[in-house]
């Protein structure tokens, strides 16, 4: 038990060795853009991104977002009393 009290304690004081992350990774990440927000509101209007849109809007705004970032999350949000055809 103590040899292994001893190795334990020798190998614990060497630490961990990691390789930190660029400058570059790092910015990458903050000019990320978040998930692009549909909200279906109980009138049949939709807003994309808090921004009020017609049906034929919301494909040219989502084109150049999701072209620059193809695995950026589009969350629907939808109100229980919108009309199921909105």
């Keep these: 038990i103590i040899f292994f009290m001893v190795t334990a304690v020798f ?3 060497k630490g961990l060795e990691f390789e930190l992350p660029s ?9 990320q853009e978040e998930a692009v927000f549909i909200k279906i509101a109980p ?8 921004k009020a849109m017609e049906h034929e809007e919301i ?5 150049p ?3 620059r970032d193809a695995e950026k ?3 629907l949000y939808t109100d229980a009393y ?5």
């Design 73 to 75: 999350p589009v969350i």
């Design 65 to 67: 977002k999701l072209t």
């Design 59 to 63: 494909l040219d705004y989502l084109e």
């Design 82 to 86: 919108a009309p199921y055809q909105a």
């Design 43 to 50: 009138d049949g209007s939709i807003l994309v991104d808090c």
């Design 11 to 13: 190998s614990a004081t």
């Design 23 to 31: 400058d570059e990774e790092q910015q990458r990440e903050t000019e």
